[in-house]
């Protein structure tokens, strides 16, 4: 190759690699690159399972037999919801979400309120604060677990020392109160150690709303006279409306969902006590064989979930610009 064309080969690529440079500098094209593999993970590890799952609840496979061949509409639908175990897991699947969400609120924002301010150990308390959070929910629940032994439960050792187990006690003479073992002292036991890991997710999407509010607000009420309930009521929980809605949509959605607490902690019992939607949908979709039916339970509240999310999102959006 001559030097003139070896030269114009370099400024032909020269060109093309500027071309490009400009094509993938432009803001639609590299939202789509940085967007790229979000939507490949989604489409990969949410979306094919989920449209994967309707597909078995509309059909009657098994673990024998998973294929999608046999087309039987809502049926499984109409068979799981006609069951008491099915009733009963649903009930308290919304029970221990109430119940969580309604201790959530009023802890996170406690919380936010106390690490807005500076204290001796802040950063240690930040730490300790942080950990049920991070650490995974099998270890969690293996925690809770030996908690809430019915032998070497510390619970029961800090109440028999207090009086308030054991003889003369007002809850009777006896030294255990086998939380776990019991149905609702199972679900407690549950919406505690929910609260517990959900704890600090909520109270960092709190916080960052409370440190969003104008200092200027606090010290202008602290002027007049208002004092911390007032300031409480009147200021922070209103201006914290749109966090606290996402704070209650985020919980709401991984408590609702979550199974490893009651599979580690009560394995449904006693009975199908404490048995909840997410479980009962493993122990009847793989454990019991019937992926239609397992598939159909693990669906059954994907509509209402939907709905609430999205009118909760909009009342997050309209209290944001109120």
């Not at 106390?114 to 308390?125: D, E, H, N």
């Not at 032998?151 to 030294?175: H, N, R």
């Not at 602290?222 to 009147?234: H, S, T």
């Amino acid at each position: 190759m001559s030097k003139a064309a070896a030269t114009v080969a370099t400024a032909r690529d020269g060109g093309a690699l500027a071309r490009l440079a400009r094509w993938l500098d432009q803001p639609k094209v590299l939202a789509w690159l940085m967007l790229g593999p979000a939507v490949l993970y989604v489409v990969a590890f949410v979306g094919f399972p989920f449209v994967l799952a309707i597909a078995l609840s509309l059909s009657d496979a098994t673990i024998g037999d998973p294929s999608l061949d046999n087309f039987v509409g809502l049926s499984n639908y109409a068979t799981v919801i006609q069951t008491d175990a099915f009733q009963l897991a649903l009930r308290n699947s919304l029970i221990v979400t109430a119940g969580v969400i309604c201790l959530i609120l009023v802890l996170a924002t406690l919380a936010s309120e106390l690490l807005v301010y500076s204290f001796r150990g802040k950063r240690l308390f930040q730490t300790l604060f942080i950990l049920p959070w991070a650490m995974p929910v099998s270890l969690a629940a293996i925690v809770w677990l030996w908690f809430l032994d019915s032998t070497f439960s510390p619970v029961d050792w800090i109440l028999v020392e207090l009086g308030v187990l054991g003889p003369g006690s007002p809850l009777g003479p006896y030294s255990h109160m086998y939380y776990l073992g019991r149905e609702w002292l199972g679900l407690a036991s549950t919406i505690v150690a929910d609260v517990w890991r959900m704890l600090p997710l909520a109270t960092i999407i709190v916080l960052a709303g409370r440190l969003s509010i104008p200092e200027e607000r606090f010290e202008q009420a602290r002027i007049d006279g208002a004092g911390v309930f007032r300031i409480l009521f009147r200021i922070t929980i209103p201006a914290l409306k749109p966090m606290l809605i996402v704070a209650i949509l985020f919980t709401s959605l991984l408590v609702i969902g979550e199974m490893s607490m009651i599979e580690i902690l009560t394995r449904g019992g006693p009975g199908h006590s404490t048995q909840v939607l997410p479980y009962w949908a493993y122990l009847k979709g793989i454990a019991g064989g019937s992926l239609a039916q397992g598939a159909a339970i693990a669906l059954f509240l994907f509509p209402f979930l939907l709905v609430v999310s999205v009118l909760a999102l909009r009342a997050a959006y309209r209290a944001q610009e109120a």
